[in-house]
């Protein structure tokens, strides 16, 4: 049970088209219940044994074709309406399919619930920054955690709700620097402290910035799935 529990729930992957690989069944949806870096995990109709190998094809919802894997049955248990409840341990991809298998479940794994879509990543490091309108008003602090959206902070000067900075730091694992604008959208004085809470959604980042948080938010999850 404790592999299962690495699974997420995926949202724009209903089905997946399904074969067993050099067998007398055709090709035919079946419905996805959750999905994984590893592995897959359906209904079906079709009794099959452990070892079995299967192709599938994962129809993502990204502009590109399906992505063609092949599996191997792990596991099948009865469920309901004469279906069984599967396991599939993806055997291999290419890197290509790879990189757009973990995009879509990281993508899927960031959207928590309907008023929050992104996961918040815990990451205490230096930031260094100063106002848009005026680069010689400095800001001095630390982060508190991190998305794909935004960032909390701990500053040693007060900032109000809707100013602009630009900030810098680096990231845990990740070369370059991030540079980046953000707005305040909510700032607190620190309770028994002098220093200030902020929460900032990014405004404004360049595609190195991006993929240097992104890079660091996949190895983070990766870090959580494995624990």
């Not at 090709?27 to 452990?50: E, H, M």
């Not at 680069?135 to 998305?147: A, C, L, V």
């Amino acid at each position: 049970m404790k592999e299962r529990r690495k699974f997420v729930r995926v949202k724009g992957l209903s089905e997946v088209s399904f074969k067993v690989k050099d067998g007398i069944e055709g090709k035919r949806k079946i419905a996805v219940k959750d999905l994984s870096f590893i592995g897959i995990n359906v209904y079906t109709d079709v009794v099959l044994k452990n070892g079995v190998i299967v192709e599938l094809e994962l129809d993502i919802p990204d502009g590109c074709r399906p992505l063609p894997i092949e599996g191997t049955i792990l596991w099948q248990l009865p469920g309901r309406n004469n279906r069984f409840a599967t396991g599939v341990r993806f055997n291999h991809t290419n890197d290509s399919d790879n990189k757009r298998l973990s995009k879509f479940i990281y993508d899927c794994a960031s959207r928590v619930d309907e008023t929050r879509e992104f996961i918040r990543c815990n990451v205490k490091t230096a930031i260094i920054g100063s106002y848009l309108a005026n680069s010689q008003k400095k800001i001095n602090g630390s982060s508190i955690d991190i998305s794909r959206a935004g960032m909390k902070l701990i500053l040693e000067q007060e900032v109000a709700s809707e100013d602009s900075l630009v900030l810098n730091f680096k990231l845990p694992g990740v070369h370059q620097q991030i540079e980046l604008e953000a707005k305040v959208v909510w700032a607190n004085k620190c309770e028994n402290k002098d220093n200030f809470e902020a929460g900032l959604l990014f405004t404004k980042l360049n595609e190195t910035s991006k993929s240097g948080i992104w890079a660091f938010i996949e190895d983070y999850c990766r870090l959580k799935r494995d624990e």
